[in-house]
């Protein structure tokens, strides 16, 4: 709702509110709403309010008041590196317990592909140069949906993770018990599979 229309239909309600008895007024007009002014098949013949009724004198009972209008869902594009050893281990870390999957185990996310290869090249050790983009992976949220591009990336031998206290290599053909989110959970066990994890890293 625009704030100029909230604005007007908080001063109508301000104008309409009596100085005393405001608990039975309203309580009056919320069951005029729940059993009389209805939205379909509205009681009109039997509405105390009904003469002076802008949708009752426009003939606009089925119209007035006007859905909220739907807003258009934000769209959010993020970088996960995926991060495989030999052994099939993926790099996750710990997430900040606020914010978006608070306190559980996610793949490293950035926010540009070049973000991703400085973080390889910095933190992590005996990494390929180039990550391998693999399928989109959609997630939506209440408010707004996540498109997630995977960005593989083959370490060699026993590769570890520099200032690595909040980060844990996952075993995906032997997964321990921890927190996931739904989507990454879902990208980890497509890994598991040898047939596609052989496929992918020896790419």
């Not at 105390?48 to 949708?55: K, N, Q, T, Y």
Request: proline share 7%; charged share 25%; glycine share 6%.
């Amino acid at each position: 709702m625009e704030r100029a229309v909230s604005d007007r239909l908080w001063q109508l309600a301000d104008a309409c509110t009596p100085a005393e008895g405001v608990d039975v007024y309203t309580q009056a007009i919320m069951d005029l709403g729940a059993t009389v002014c209805t939205r379909r098949k509205p009681l009109c013949a039997y509405c105390p309010l009904s003469e002076g009724c802008v949708a009752r004198l426009t003939n606009r009972q089925h119209e007035l008041p006007s859905p909220r209008p739907t807003r258009e869902r934000r769209l959010r594009k993020v970088f996960m590196l995926v991060a495989v050893r030999e052994d099939g281990s993926v790099l996750l870390e710990r997430r900040p317990e606020s914010g978006v999957w608070g306190g559980l185990w996610c793949l490293p996310e950035f926010d540009t592909p070049t973000d991703a290869r400085s973080y390889m090249r910095q933190s992590l050790q005996k990494a390929q140069d180039e990550p391998r983009a693999l399928n989109l992976v959609e997630h939506a949220f209440t408010h707004f949906d996540l498109v997630i591009t995977p960005l593989l990336a083959r370490c060699v031998g026993s590769a570890g993770v520099m200032d690595g206290a909040q980060n844990v290599w996952y075993n995906t053909r032997a997964p321990a018990r921890i927190g996931l989110p739904a989507p990454v959970k879902t990208l980890l066990e497509e890994l598991a599979s040898p047939t596609m994890f052989d496929e992918r890293v020896a790419g």
